[in-house]
């Protein structure tokens, strides 16, 4: 299976420490970490740090392109960039103990013509052996609309379309039907416009958005696992205990478990998907889960059909 990653509004990812955080004061942060990021990029570094070969597709900003790809060519990932004037965002995150601040920057600003390119790239590589994730925001400048229809002609060649955007809506995951959606149950609620918490209300609100056509329906539910509703039913993974050092990016990581996992059985990929996204919890800010901390979990993932 060919595995496409498409990052239409990448950030550098900037991890600070800090011993507290103090509003309208001068506050002394120390950066340890700057990686090239978004999450299309950390599911391609996640399956590249863990033997999986895949392709990034990203739209970079000119001004700081370079800086960017350097950091994709240190952590091994493969990838085709298409350069737009402007700036790619950056987004800190500044760590106080168990707390954590985030503060992002706005990125470039593309024209129309922009998502053309990035669609003619796609139509040249994709077929009914390929999968292409459509994963976090949508570029200023963009209508997702198109992005949808774009989406419907790689979908079209056979591609298995997968999407984690905040830029879509309920009615754009109903109307598009990809072949996996994974909200957490924060986006669930966001979705739904009620709170969803318990893991009954979780399993209805995922049967019902795989009854309107979302062939697989995955739910990060933290701690607690992943929930997986699909045509074999409903299964929910619940993973061991690890020692959580960040959640920023665990779900990206899941999203590559999951098609990493060697088998079809839907019990597999949830199991893959959540051993990926424990052991991202595992490392710091955006590293990807490491591959022995993958391979320990993996066996001791509890999995059962409901």
């Given amino acids: ?9 990448p950030a550098f990812d900037m ?19 700057c990686q090239a990021g978004g ?37 091994g990932v493969t990838y085709e ?3 737009v004037p402007g700036r790619i965002r950056e987004n800190i995150t500044i760590h106080t103990g168990a707390a954590e601040t985030r503060i992002s920057f706005p990125g470039f600003r593309v024209e129309q013509d922009v998502l053309a390119r990035v669609e003619e790239k796609l139509l040249a590589l994709a077929d009914n052996d390929t999968v292409v994730t459509m994963t976090g925001r949508v570029a200023e400048g963009m209508a997702v609309t198109d992005v949808i229809t774009m989406l419907r002609k790689i979908a079209a060649k056979g591609a298995k379309i997968v999407v984690d955007s905040r830029s879509f809506s309920l009615e754009n995951l109903q109307d598009l039907k990809p072949w996996l959606i994974k909200p957490n149950q924060e986006e669930i609620s966001a979705y739904l416009g009620r709170e969803v918490s318990s893991l009954e209300q979780t399993v209805t609100e995922a049967k019902a958005l795989h009854e309107a056509g979302i062939e697989n329906v995955m739910i990060s539910m933290g701690g607690d696992g992943a929930l997986l509703v699909c045509g074999e039913g409903a299964y929910i993974a619940v993973p061991p205990q690890v020692a959580v050092r960040s959640t920023i990016g665990a779900g990206d990581s899941s999203i590559a478990g999951f098609l990493a996992c060697p088998e079809e059985k839907p019990e ?5 998907a959540v051993a990926y996204g424990s052991a991202a919890c595992m490392t710091e800010g955006t590293l990807p889960p490491d591959a022995e901390a993958v391979r320990t979990i993996l066996p001791n993932i509890q999995v059962r059909k409901l």
């Avoid at 597999?268 to 893959?272: F, I, S, T």
């Fill in 1 to 9: 299976m060919k595995i496409i990653t498409l990052t239409l509004g």
């Fill in 81 to 83: 960039g298409i350069c």
């Fill in 15 to 33: 991890h600070c420490h800090a011993d507290a955080l103090v509003l309208d004061h001068e506050n002394l942060v120390y950066m340890d970490q």
């Fill in 268 to 272: 597999a990929r949830l199991r893959w």
């Fill in 39 to 75: 999450k299309g990029v950390n599911i391609s570094r996640a399956l590249i740090h863990n033997g999986t070969p895949n392709l990034a597709l990203l739209v970079l900003g000119k001004e700081n392109a370079d800086s960017f790809m350097g950091s994709l060519d240190a952590d």
